[in-house]
């Protein structure tokens, strides 16, 4: 979905033939209705139009191996207390790197090493919001009879240590035997007898009034008439202070003693009532009134049960004026009864969801600014100053942008000097700009984002040559292939650039590059490609808004629709078959788009999207469309599935077989057994549950289904018969599959003719399944293996310029670099790639490659680093002890 840190407010819809685009003008072409001389380079112009790319407010250090393996060291030796604070940032690194589940895991890794009760309430809320969208794994695992609890609600009275109070006084009364041992308050409501030496007992106040010098000691009977506290709140004092403990009271009640506790300085009293008055915040508006009290009365354990339900209701709690004002009013003090030494942690995750709900808004502004106010290491001023930055960049505050942009490089991070130079850009001053680039290029390591920020201050080659440069250092950069299309475009030479748009969405989904194809197709009038496209867009994001968010996808869609071939059920299937023989995601995307829209069974074909979006690498959008598919289930046994494909795709194997069994139980179908087979043949590691996945699988061909999920059934056996040796029935499996157009299974047959010693047949099965398949860089992979050494560079280049994010090719040509005793050349190939993609097995081979070469500082680093992406990989904990031993 397109952040909305990059997006414009829309434009109401009425109004975007205002904007130079006019959907419907463009498609009357088809119907005759317009001349071909209608489309003008300036019509080409003003719908292909190419955003600068946005400074993103993310932390982006300029090593981040080298980060990844400080912080990584500072765990190893820091204070358990420090330990969350260190996650965060771990965690922040991630997510400048796009790795989502590399960020929950450190957040994970916070949560489960946070030292107090608030960090536990703080990190438990941010793996809450990142996982929203899949609540219904609660429910789901409910059925199972398994709770799912882990970043629920704590119990904070439970949680919060106990302070260790002192008794005060003793039970003698003085050497008077005059003074009584009872003494009796007056409220305004009544009196009540209490006994003078527990009362005196409560603090150092109430002692030295009934047992010291005061007229009070001399007393049978006390005023309190004033001091504010019922008749009933005395009683319930009275009985503490021989019990020790509160019974059940009603608020008001609980409210009077915690008042009247702080007036006489009673701890272990107040204590007790604020640990009471936690269990009375059920919902927003008690966390906001008893909030203000707790902190009128420094009630550490009531601020936080206000604050883990506040931020239980994330993100829509931050829509609330009284909780925006409660958190941007709460003064040093009351940050520390709200949230004691994490205040920074919160308004980290504060102001990051504010941001994700709108950066420019006001509430975004002062939730940063206080967390600017509250960054005191160098990471978390990097962190704090360059988002901040970032969102006065976005307001167009660029005096103040400037300033934390500068705070931010000042403190060490280098991204900052891209805000800086927009500033400079925006006023005019674009050779500045320029320079401020070229100086961070001549004095760092490049990385592609210099190039690419440098390219938009300079125009024709230069700027061109900076694009190359950007692409060449880090392949995952959309602008540049963006520009260059667009650019080619209104060259009119279109194949050009549809080649060029289509070397990134070979590898990488992403929605504006998907867009900018759109706009080509509706210039070339290629309606049908179009609508392709506009069907996967929808189908990642249902509610994207094209050309700068002026016109939704879906009403583009909807006038393309009028203006292609419209298919029936029958010949809808046809297309699928068609479109997933040919490994074409995302035209199996657009005919599954096409048949949810008809009266087609939607929890099959959703099912059927979630399997694509998977391949696709968008596990959110493949959640949502698992979940929908659950929704619209014909049968219980249909959804009984998708709650198992659901229970394993989150990690809970246990109960997607228990699902897969409840499922079958009630009707033995294809993917019942498919799954439950499955799950098994990925979880279980006894070598007798291959004879059990065997057995389930031939089940599964032995009921009704489709082809298409036929052929994967025949290929996933094939695939456990060569795993138990029996080359035979593989090759039957494999050959079964192809005839059914399963176009995968090349790759298994393939496998089978190479283990039979004919690697000719399996290098000619490899090339059969690359001039069939559309995406095809893994298929060129596979081939290598079959290859001779000269062929297999060829085959692995061609794999690195298809998908450059595939770390295969980098390594076995290191491998072959190392061979050759180039050992600076091999390790600059894994550093090529580690430069734009964090992976364990790059980093690996890295740091044992500067073992070799004796770098023991080096090696160490990369240790560290790929152990901050799997702090268990064994191979890598076992590198990393052989080096430390190295050390001097």
């Known amino acids: 979905m397109r952040s909305s840190f990059l997006s414009e407010s829309p434009c109401d819809e009425p109004h975007i033939h205002g904007y130079g685009f006019n959907p419907q003008s463009w498609l009357q072409v088809e119907r005759g209705k317009l001349p071909k001389s209608s489309y003008s380079p300036s019509s080409i112009e003003s719908l292909i139009k190419i955003a600068e790319p946005p400074v993103v407010p993310l932390y982006k250090p300029l090593d981040y191996v080298e980060v990844l393996s400080r912080i990584h060291e500072e765990l190893e030796q820091s204070m358990p207390s420090d330990r969350p604070g260190l996650y965060l940032?771990?965690?922040?690194?991630?997510?400048?790197?796009?790795?989502?589940?590399?960020?929950?895991?450190?957040?994970?890794?916070?949560?489960?090493?946070?030292?107090?009760?608030?960090?536990?309430?703080?990190?438990?809320?941010?793996?809450?919001?990142?996982?929203?969208?899949?609540?219904?794994?609660?429910?789901?695992?409910?059925?199972?009879?398994?709770?799912?609890?882990?970043?629920?609600?704590?119990?904070?009275?439970?949680?919060?240590?106990?302070?260790n109070f002192e008794i005060f006084g003793s039970c003698e009364t003085g050497s008077s035997s005059r003074i009584s041992s009872r003494v009796t308050f007056q409220m305004r409501d009544g009196r009540v007898t209490c006994d003078r030496c527990k009362i005196a007992s409560l603090s150092i106040p109430f002692c030295s009034m009934?047992?010291?010098?005061?007229?009070?000691?001399?007393?049978?009977?006390?005023?309190?008439?004033?001091?504010?506290?019922?008749?009933?709140?005395?009683?319930?004092?009275?009985?503490?202070?021989?019990?020790?403990?509160?019974?059940?009271?009603?608020?008001?009640?609980?409210?009077?003693?915690?008042?009247?506790?702080?007036?006489?300085?009673?701890?272990?009293?107040?204590?007790?009532?604020?640990?009471?008055?936690?269990?009375?915040?059920?919902?927003?508006?008690?966390?906001?009134?008893?909030m203000a009290l707790a902190f009128e009365e420094d009630a550490p354990v009531l601020a936080a049960s206000c604050l883990q339900m506040l931020l239980q209701e994330l993100p829509d709690c931050l829509a609330d004026d009284l909780v925006i004002s409660l958190f941007l009013g709460a003064t040093a003090q009351q940050q520390l009864i709200m949230v004691g030494q994490a205040s920074f942690l919160l308004y980290c995750l504060l102001s990051e969801v504010a941001m994700n709900i709108d950066p420019r808004t006001e509430t975004t502004v002062c939730l940063s600014e206080k967390l600017v106010q509250l960054a005191v290491t160098p990471a978390q001023k990097q962190i704090a100053f360059h988002q901040l930055g970032c969102i006065r960049l976005l307001r167009k505050e660029y005096t103040e942008a400037e300033r934390r942009f500068e705070v931010a490089l000042c403190a060490g991070h280098v991204y900052s000097i891209a805000g800086l130079a927009r500033i400079a850009g925006l006023q005019g001053q674009k050779a500045l700009a320029y320079e401020k680039l070229s100086s961070v290029i001549a004095s760092n390591l490049p990385l592609g984002w210099m190039y690419l920020e440098r390219s938009l201050y300079s125009e024709g080659d230069r700027k061109l040559a900076d694009l190359d440069k950007a692409t060449e250092l880090d392949p995952t950069l959309t602008y540049p292939y963006m520009y260059r299309a667009a650019s080619l475009m209104r060259k009119k030479d279109a194949k050009l650039a549809l080649e060029e748009i289509n070397r990134l969405l070979g590898f990488k989904v992403a929605l504006e590059c998907l867009e900018l194809r759109i706009c080509l197709y509706l210039a070339l009038e290629d309606?049908?490609?179009?609508?392709?496209?506009?069907?996967?867009?929808?189908?990642?994001?249902?509610?994207?808004?094209?050309?700068?968010?002026?016109?939704?996808?879906?009403?583009?869609?909807?006038?393309?629709?009028?203006?292609?071939?419209?298919?029936?059920?029958?010949e809808c299937w046809l297309q699928l078959y068609e479109r997933w023989s040919s490994v074409d995601d995302i035209g199996s995307l657009s005919v599954i788009y096409r048949m949810l829209e008809s009266d087609a069974a939607k929890g099959v074909l959703y099912f059927r999207q979630s399997l694509l979006l998977l391949r696709l690498n968008c596990p959110e959008a493949a959640m949502r469309s698992l979940q929908l598919a659950r929704h619209h289930a014909a049968t219980e046994h249909e959804r009984l599935v998708y709650e198992g494909w659901l229970l394993y795709d989150t990690g809970h194997c246990e109960e997607a077989l228990q699902k897969a069994e409840e499922s079958i139980s009630i009707q033995r179908s294809f993917e019942a057994f498919f799954l439950k087979a499955y799950v098994l043949a990925d979880s279980g590691v006894d070598p007798s549950y291959s004879a059990t996945v065997i057995s389930l699988l031939e089940d599964a061909l032995k009921c009704p289904s489709d082809r298409l999920r036929k052929g994967q059934a025949l290929n996933n056996l094939g695939g456990v018969y060569v795993d138990c040796g029996k080359l035979d029935s593989a090759a039957d499996c494999y050959t079964s599959a192809l005839k059914i157009r399963h176009t995968r299974a090349h790759q298994g047959l393939a496998r089978v003719h190479f283990l039979r010693n004919n690697r000719e047949a399996a290098y000619e099965e490899m090339t059969k399944l690359i001039e069939k398949a559309k995406n095809n860089a893994s298929a060129y992979e596979k081939r290598s293996e079959y290859c001779e050494r000269e062929q297999t560079m060829t085959d692995l280049q061609t794999v690195t310029q298809l998908d450059p994010l595939r770390v295969y090719p980098y390594r076995y040509r290191a491998a072959v670099l190392m061979d050759s005793h180039k050992e600076n050349d091999a390790i600059a190939e894994l550093s090529r790639a580690i430069a734009f993609k964090a992976d364990l097995h790059l980093l690996h081979l890295r740091a044992a490659f500067h073992e070799h070469i004796g770098d023991v500082p080096s090696a160490l680093r990369d240790c560290r680093a790929a152990l901050s992406l799997d702090p268990n990989h064994q191979e890598m904990l076992e590198l990393q002890k052989r080096v430390n031993s190295q050390e001097p």
């Open 89 to 163: 940032v771990q965690s922040q690194v991630f997510r400048g790197l796009g790795e989502a589940k590399l960020r929950q895991r450190s957040l994970h890794s916070a949560w489960r090493c946070a030292s107090t009760v608030h960090e536990k309430v703080i990190f438990g809320a941010w793996l809450r919001y990142e996982k929203r969208g899949e609540e219904i794994i609660s429910d789901v695992l409910a059925s199972c009879r398994k709770c799912c609890r882990e970043f629920g609600p704590l119990d904070i009275a439970s949680e919060m240590p106990v302070g």
């Open 210 to 290: 009934l047992n010291g010098p005061f007229t009070e000691s001399q007393l049978e009977l006390v005023d309190l008439s004033e001091n504010g506290i019922s008749l009933e709140g005395m009683r319930a004092v009275s009985d503490f202070s021989s019990s020790f403990s509160l019974g059940d009271l009603p608020l008001e009640i609980l409210l009077e003693i915690l008042v009247f506790a702080n007036t006489f300085c009673c701890d272990k009293l107040k204590d007790a009532c604020d640990r009471k008055l936690a269990s009375f915040v059920s919902s927003r508006q008690d966390a906001v009134d008893l």
């Open 527 to 570: 309606y049908k490609s179009a609508i392709c496209d506009i069907h996967a867009i929808l189908t990642l994001s249902p509610e994207y808004r094209m050309l700068e968010g002026r016109v939704a996808a879906s009403k583009i869609g909807t006038l393309l629709g009028a203006h292609v071939e419209q298919w029936n059920t029958a």
